[in-house]
């Protein structure tokens, strides 16, 4: 029968350790410490604000946590249908030994404080890291981070670049550059050095990723030449965001190639997270705000893969709809690979149908399952759990009973997708 | 079992009493009066066009209902795949007590014949609601329909304005719009007192929406101020459609804009029907004769989601691969509702699909589940049976099963995207 | 019980004798010769490729077959989940008594003998085509073939024009136009001349079709006349590749448009491929370059479609986010089919989704389920196959199951699409 089947499936990918290769874990302080980490999760303010809660009773200044949470569970009956919620429940039962499906204005304090008691343990975040059955996590830090004082080996740094791309007209991000560099930057030249100066110490610190989300119309292009460089970085440096928006165009472009540049010598996959529009709803909550147009192709990246055959790109797709174009260039180019099932496409619907699509048609070897994105630990045991479970169904319906696989080598392509890809594909430096 | 579970839920949701929040019912001859008012509907007619039936045999001036009828027959069966072809077999059988599972040249007539004498009942139009459960039924009024003689509490009006955005140009329609208003436009400033007029009249009416279907290149802006709207209006109402293509635009984005004003001022939600292309195929049947390009994003709404946060904006897309991003935007923004499954999306693979994708990650408020577009009353059964199937479907499969909700709190779920947020989203004025 | 219920329709549509309406076969030599000619296929280089095996080792100039294979068989394993791995597991158990489920450096000498020893035997090609069930092929000729030395009653010629349309430029390509018609081109009306020669003689030898493939921004638009085609036809003769690129695309168009008129006149079905973009991976492997930009509509074909009524257009579409629009196109056009599942949608999960929303909402008198696009004969009995499971199960599930009908009238629908239509659409000149 497909539901004990899958279900067995599911019990043995839920048992693999494993590693998250996307995260935005703080890793000097990954988990939570009350409730209010966890339900503060822009997830669930900007539901709750989408279904009517008001802006300025989630972001109260200086509000109190276990206030907050109150305010938040007053307003959570109109998502309880949201698999973002279901996540919340999940967390709850697997941590806190929450015994209830929903959580109401009756039953959230003994919750709230039961789970303060267990957060407030000294080991609270090898706890969780045993119970989810992660091995590491990946980072996504900022260019400037020291990545000092932690355990590099548990919480793998990688070098986020938005800033870097996309905001470098602000003197603030360029003042950031040259202190963490120490290269004052004024052409092509030394915008380059100050760059590779970034990836030294990323990859000293162990750093196994370089990684940047883009808008939908981003479009890069090999860069112009050194002329063109030092009168785009100048330009920049000299007027920030009221440098003509052709130069700052081209910086971003020389910045973006640049990366992808060292990320070849430096020998890092390059993440792309291909397609989001920021701050589309400015009234929106914290994190909330983002959106998208899913008008967007893989043949915008065209020149890039063909420039950078050393050079892996694993990349994720905003919107469903994009995602027969990722498993297509996943089957024809060497250096892209498949990587999770990126926010607004997080979901059982899309997954279900973008997994399934993958594992018909692009090596085994390049698909990364999933990452989690989370930003506090104990979110990934639910994540994962959702993706494992459709893993599972469409490992049975489709392996199993449709094309008559083992159930083992069925669980062996499971492994392959969720457990050992990432590290096949984000070896780090030995 | 899953099959026995998806009819239990079916039952059970079949069962309440709703309202149709969008149908093109004249409430002065909802109900029709042979099998040719039926089989009239361009689902028929276009269908049978395209499989070969010239258009001058379905639109023969002066034609007898019922040799229009038989000639129709004669030429389904080519079309007895599609689900718009059950929908005429089920509500044979429903209203009828038709025993066939085809409609044939042999077994036509009676049919015909049986259908006629039970839709001349005085009652016939009371026997379709009682049978199909509806109370009440939103209609599509133009801009100058005096809304008189039927019961408002039945028949809710609702303000249509395509003909204002799109039309002004056509004498006519800037004719009709001066005569139900009483108002003499010239510039900006009458354009919007006429308007305002319309909004009195509806809702005084009972109104309880205000709608429109837009192409897919449609981006509304903020208005350019007074100045540039007594050009705009001055411009078209003197040259008509012979004004500048970029007056023309102008005039449209400011009724837009203006309607969207109204509907802040008069607490109507504005559906918005987005995506349409009108007369692709002039040769086509009437009504059968508009396509669509599938390349629209809502990001072109972005403007007007953030100018509106009072206003609710139930939208429809029209192609299923603009859904996902539907459902993301009613995620994030307050005013943004979903609603139904239009036109070409509205047959179960993308239903299925579409709605699935909704209940995971829209707040349950904001989902108007379904709604008939109909012409007649007696489409409602099946449009709305074939939907609370798939409704049914999706509640056993991904929430009984996959999630392990109980069939009641499922069942909940169900009545509240096909009844209750009906009520909630279109409340009208108390 | 579903699974049974699915063998069962399976079995019965496997039973079928059928015409495959589009493939690549070479008439002169339809079947393999050694296993090399099967995994040379560019599914399965492309996809080693793009799991890490060099160019270099795939298309080592002079090779040996059995070298290659070799070759191939070591680097297999990473794809051994796709379903075109499938495909050669499923050839290699029904042609070759092959007894695993996997091709491995262990077992694939033995098969490479047997397969050798098999496509030996003189008749080899009579039991390919009798064990698939075939009754006949659609070639893809070039336009200078002289469709001799074959029996065009099985392998039936059809007349692909992408040369002409997109490779005027080039002077073989001139070269070869003239001399396969003996017309000297000039002009706009010797041009025309040529192009008429060439349906003369295609249908003179039993063509059935006319066929090309189309970049996504390819729009095709009504000439300008004969001064405009005459200073097309004049620069592109004169300056080659070298030409504007306003003379070239003009030519471009005139040539389609002018297909189209000779389509009209010999009452040839053109069928349309729509979406691919070439080489853009020159580094790949041969034809593993091509890729796509998913953003494309039909709306830029509404002219073409309006002007032709008389012509028939069988159309495939590159990405499943397309699949939407040909359905709605078809049902509304009456001269618009659906043409089977092409190239990287090719796939179960994009089958699924596609085939059955084209199930429910267009005629079923105008779908052509499946063609294999296959190069080798032994390549229809694996694809055929899957397409047929997939059938079944859309007939099973939302036909038997979710609509209550007989397995009869579901098979019935199956084989039309599978089977009948092929010879409804493309009749060929009596």
């Known amino acids: ?46 539901l709750a604000h989408a279904a009517g809660m008001p802006r300025a009773r989630i972001e109260e200044p200086g509000i109190d946590p276990k206030e907050k949470v109150r305010r938040l569970v007053e307003n959570l009956a109109p998502l309880d249908n949201t698999i973002q919620y279901s996540w919340l429940i999940e967390m709850a039962q697997a941590f806190f030994g929450f015994e209830h499906d929903r959580l109401t204005p009756e039953n959230w304090e003994a919750l709230y404080d039961t789970a303060a008691r267990q957060m407030a343990q000294q080991d609270w975040e090898r706890q969780v890291l045993a119970k989810s059955r992660l091995r590491g996590v990946f980072l996504t830090n900022d260019f400037d981070d020291p990545l000092q004082g932690f355990d590099t080996s548990v919480y793998i740094p990688c070098l986020r670049t938005d800033d870097l791309v996309f905001h470098l007209g602000k003197p603030e991000v360029r003042q950031r550059l040259e202190k963490a560099t120490g290269v004052a930057v004024g052409d092509g030249g030394t915008l380059r050095q100050a760059l590779g100066k970034l990836f030294d110490h990323f990859t000293q610190k162990g750093a196994r990723a370089c ?49 992808a540049e060292f990320c070849r010598d430096y020998r890092l996959p390059f993440d792309l997270m291909i397609g989001v ?21 893989l043949i915008q990246y065209r020149e890039l893969f063909n420039a950078f055959p050393e ?28 990587n999770g099932h990126w926010w607004y496409s997080n979901t059982p619907t899309f997954i279900e149908h973008d997994a399934a699509a993958r594992l018909e048609a692009v090596p085994r070897t390049k698909q990364i399952g999933y990452y989690s994105d989370m930003y506090k630990l104990e979110f990934a045991l639910p994540k994962f759990a959702m993706y494992k479970r459709i893993l599972a169904k469409i490992l049975a319906e489709r392996y199993v009973i449709d094309r008559g696989w083992s159930e083992e080598r069925a669980l062996a392509l499971g492994t392959q997708v969720l457990r050992d890809n990432t590290e096949r594909i984000f070896p780090g430096r030995k």
Chains 1, 2, 3 share one sequence.
Not at 215 to 228: Q, Y
Not at 251 to 259: D, G, R, Y
Not at 312 to 324: G, K, R, Y
């Open 311 to 338: 050079v892996t790109f694993p990349i994720s797709v905003l919107a469903s709809v994009t995602n027969q174009e990722l498993a297509s260039y996943a089957w024809i180019f060497p250096n892209v690979a498949t």
């Open 1 to 46: 029968m497909s539901q004990e089947l899958r279900n067995r499936l599911f019990q043995q990918l839920d048992s693999l350790e494993i590693i998250d290769p996307h995260t935005h874990i703080n890793a000097l302080k990954p988990a939570s410490e009350t409730l209010a980490d966890i339900m503060g999760y822009h997830y669930y303010t900007e």
């Open 211 to 259: 990684a940047i989300s883009l808008p939908p119309d981003f479009a890069p292009t090999v860069p112009h030449g050194h002329a063109a460089a030092d009168l785009a970085v100048g330009a920049v440096w000299r007027q920030g965001v009221d440098a003509s928006a052709e130069r700052r165009t081209e910086l971003s472009h020389l910045v973006f190639w640049t990366l």
């Open 277 to 297: 529009n920021r701050a589309v709803y400015p009234g929106g909550v914290y994190q909330g705000q983002d959106l998208y147009d899913s008008r967007v192709s």
